[in-house]
């Protein structure tokens, strides 16, 4: 989901990035506009968080389970929330290597029909063990 997506990208930080508030922090982790050289990179090359993820900012944009609906946190459960129950767009997170510093923030939200394709947009495969 979306909210476990946030929960694991902050892996318990409160700043922009999970490295820090400033836009140079995020050079540390993650792969934008400004410092991507225009295309992706191989996973890993950045510094993970604390809870050993890598590429949580930018590189490419994550598909979440989520249906997108802006104002939903605005009333949603606190705890673990799950996503409204229909709509047109899914949920993406964690920005691309094609734009900049501010849309790679940790709680930064973007949408796009499931049926697109982006060179920027991918999937994160996770195994629960």
């Known amino acids: 989901s979306e909210a ?3 929960y694991a990208c902050r892996a318990g930080t409160q700043t922009r990035f999970y490295t820090g508030d ?4 995020l050079d540390r982790a993650g792969w934008y506009s400004g410092n991507a050289g225009g295309q992706t990179h191989p996973v890993g090359e950045k ?3 604390k809870f050993g993820l890598y590429d949580m900012h ?5 598909w979440c389970g989520d249906w997108y609906q802006r104002d939903y ?3 949603s459960p606190v705890q673990n929330p799950s996503g409204p129950d229909i709509g047109c767009h899914r949920v993406h997170r964690g920005g ?3 734009f ?5 923030r940790s709680a930064f939200r973007n949408y796009y029909k499931p049926v697109d394709s982006y060179h920027n947009l991918g999937f994160r495969i996770v195994r629960n063990d």
């Open 47 to 49: 510094e993970p968080n």
């Open 4 to 6: 476990m997506w946030e």
């Open 22 to 25: 400033k836009d140079e922090d």
């Open 100 to 104: 900049d510093a501010g849309q790679l």
């Open 58 to 62: 930018g590189n490419v944009w994550e």
């Open 96 to 98: 691309s290597w094609v």
């Open 73 to 75: 946190y605005s009333r």
